[in-house]
């Protein structure tokens, strides 16, 4: 087995699934039929729960670091990168799910359709999407173009951004030597905000879904993968107090309710909304950072054993929960549910039984499906 192969952060599992969580949560809050009335609940859900999407800027902060660790690894201990095998490696890991998923999107669930009665909280309708976006990793630019009408395969946008990121970045750490890496990451992180700026003119399509305005995140992803490679500045942070671990992530929750205010600085909404999501993948950074490196963390997440053992199932879990919402939804209506308007008590048990479901769905998935293709890997590393 080579260096690159043993290339583990075990601190990484338990944060993928606490972002995974955070993605689940908004879509439980918009998908499962609950508008609120419960106090308490509309203050958290207007403050904090919608915050929720937030888990997929995290997942691309780490996706970044991940990847461009190992490339970087790869390319100091051999002197180059297998860009053939890279690909392939990505290729078993990502398109089993995707393209399972894709296929019950595209051909399953739409004959449901017929049986599915006007204002359904979940549409299965693939009228209004662009089939081959989805078939050909650009999904997300069908909701820039089409905006959102099918959430069951939309879910994958994030997924196209990453695989579209997959293909040209291997030959980025390949090609470009490394004393002018550090300079490449900034100029990419200046290019996604000035995008922002001046092209999506307020499109909120546009500033959440284009794979510009995403490649802030995986690229200060790749720039604290590039810190992490230099032995002295991982020295240094080793050190870092535990008072500014704690202060970081205070603020973190302070400011994350003020994302969702944005629109309030009226004519400057593109201004704020173009630099405030290079605040938060500078946090999520420090947050991979502190939990790989930092001595003075006030709480090592690979310590809650059973939270870290399910992040190796949250690529299956994020495919698949808005497939698990429609499913548990549609049998409630064939039972003679009203699952248009539900109460709170009725929310909460929903929310819980589709999020064990995920789990469950998940953990099958990874070990009589997904293992196959992952056994492959061994052939490329």
């Known amino acids: 087995m080579n260096q690159t192969e043993k290339i583990y952060f075990p601190n990484l599992d338990g944060l993928r699934f606490f972002a995974f969580f955070a993605v689940f949560i908004n879509h439980a809050v918009v998908s499962l039929g609950y508008f609120g009335g419960n106090k308490p609940y509309d203050f958290a859900k207007e403050n904090l729960l919608k915050n929720g999407d937030l888990g997929v800027s995290f997942f691309f902060v780490l996706s970044g670091f991940l990847i461009t660790y190992l490339l970087l690894s790869e390319k100091a201990n051999r002197g180059s990168i297998n860009i053939k095998h890279f690909y392939f490696r990505r290729v078993l890991r990502i398109w089993p799910v995707y393209f399972l998923v894709v296929a019950l999107c595209l051909w399953v669930f739409p004959l449901l359709h017929n049986h599915i009665p006007e204002h359904f909280p979940i549409g299965v309708s693939t009228s209004s999407i662009n089939k081959w976006l989805y078939i050909g990793f650009a999904g997300n630019f069908d909701y820039v173009f089409h905006g959102i009408s099918n959430v069951l395969i939309g879910v994958l946008w994030s997924v196209s951004v990453e695989e579209q990121f997959y293909l040209f970045w291997p030959l980025v750490i390949a090609f470009i030597p490394r004393k002018y890496l550090l300079a490449t990451f900034l100029l990419i992180i200046s290019g ?30 790749a720039l604290i993968a590039y810190l992490a490679t230099d032995a002295a500045f991982i020295e240094r942070f080793k050190t870092i107090s535990g008072n500014v671990i704690k202060l970081v992530y205070i603020v973190a929750v302070i400011i994350m309710p003020l994302r969702l205010y944005l629109w309030k600085l009226g004519a400057h909404y593109t201004l704020g909304s173009s630099f405030f999501p290079v605040v938060f993948s500078l946090i999520f950074a ?96």
């Open 286 to 381: 420090f947050m991979v950072m502190e939990q790989n490196y930092a001595q003075h963390s006030f709480y090592k997440i690979s310590r809650w054993k059973i939270i870290s053992s399910l992040g190796q199932y949250t690529y299956g879990m994020y495919c698949y929960h808005m497939i698990v919402f429609f499913c548990i939804i549609f049998a409630m209506h064939l039972l003679g549910a009203n699952v248009w308007c539900i109460n709170y008590k009725a929310f909460i048990c929903l929310s819980i039984t589709s999020l064990f479901t995920t789990i469950l769905v998940s953990m099958l998935s990874y070990h009589f499906f997904e293992r196959f293709f992952l056994n492959l890997k061994n052939k490329f590393s």
């Open 192 to 221: 996604s905000v000035a995008f922002r700026y001046f092209y999506a003119d307020g499109a909120i399509m546009i500033i959440k879904f284009h794979s510009l305005s995403s490649m802030s995140d995986l690229a200060t992803g």
